[in-house]
């Protein structure tokens, strides 16, 4: 398939990797930053553009991958040449773009993306949404050559889907970033912290994160509690964040009791 990428991050960078190495042919790739299209349109064998004028109908689909509040003007450019137009937001409801064009879509990896970091796109769940069958059809095919993890969610669900991942990717991730902040002002190493991480991880991988839920939460341990908190009495939003996931545990476990 041609495929023409309008954007140059890290989604669009995994995405024309894996389409290149499933044999796509990547026409063109768009960005606002003539650098970062050149230097991902290298990599891709695609020509690398930074101007809308200069699309090339030479295509079978536009795969938009731009920041969220940048795709319906995108849409607005692409839709006279009358070809499939698909985003690969979690957010952006397909409506939005039948507002301008009937050959619409949804191509939406559920994955977090770093240019640094290899995916194996293989793993990576495919969410898609079409205008019709036809294009339903066209990009169930185009995703079976890169994904093994191929879903149809509609643009409500995408929504709630990605609302998910924000808890189960986004928030951790913070949460990391406090914990070694903490560790820091104590000349500690976030090394230290790795396994436990990585285990917790591994446990809901089989199990349902309400049942391998640990902690002094969990057990209701009120002295334990009250002394973190005390320890974060320098941190007052740090205070809050602690109370409110504590609070949250507590609810959701019924005031049960587990080990550590």
């Not at 200069?54 to 940048?70: E, L, M, N, R, Y």
């Not at 189960?168 to 090394?191: E, I, K, R, S, T």
């Not at 391998?212 to 939460?217: D, L, M, S």
Request: glycine letters at 4%.
């Amino acid at each position: 398939m041609r495929i023409t990428l309008i954007g140059s991050g890290n989604v669009a960078t995994h995405l024309a990797a894996a389409l290149k190495n499933a044999g796509h042919r990547i026409v063109q790739v768009y960005s606002r930053d003539a650098q970062h299209a050149a230097l991902l349109a290298y990599h891709v064998g695609a020509e690398a553009i930074d101007n809308l004028a200069t699309i090339s109908p030479d295509t079978d689909i536009f795969i938009i991958s731009v920041k969220d509040d940048a795709i319906i003007e995108m849409v607005k450019a692409l839709a006279r040449y009358q070809k499939i137009i698909v985003h690969t937001s979690g957010a952006t409801n397909l409506k939005d773009l039948l507002a301008f064009t009937d050959n619409a879509g949804v191509l939406y990896p559920l994955q977090t993306f770093s240019k640094t970091k290899e995916v194996d796109f293989w793993a990576v769940p495919l969410c898609i949404e079409a205008a019709n069958d036809d294009i339903k059809t066209d990009l169930e095919k185009l995703a079976a050559t890169i994904s093994n993890n191929i879903y149809h969610v509609n643009s409500a669900d995408r929504k709630i889907l990605h609302l998910a991942a924000v808890f189960a990717c986004n928030f951790p991730n913070y949460l990391y970033a406090v914990a070694q902040q903490l560790l820091a002002g104590h000349q500690m190493n976030f090394d230290m912290l790795k396994p436990l991480i990585l285990e917790t991880a591994q446990k809901v991988q089989t199990q349902l994160p309400a049942s391998v839920q640990t902690g002094p939460a969990v057990r209701n341990d009120v002295v334990t509690m009250n002394a973190h908190l005390q320890m974060l009495k320098a941190e007052p939003y740090w205070q809050e964040i602690y109370t409110l996931l504590s609070q949250g545990i507590i609810k959701n476990n019924n005031g049960g009791h587990r080990d550590k």
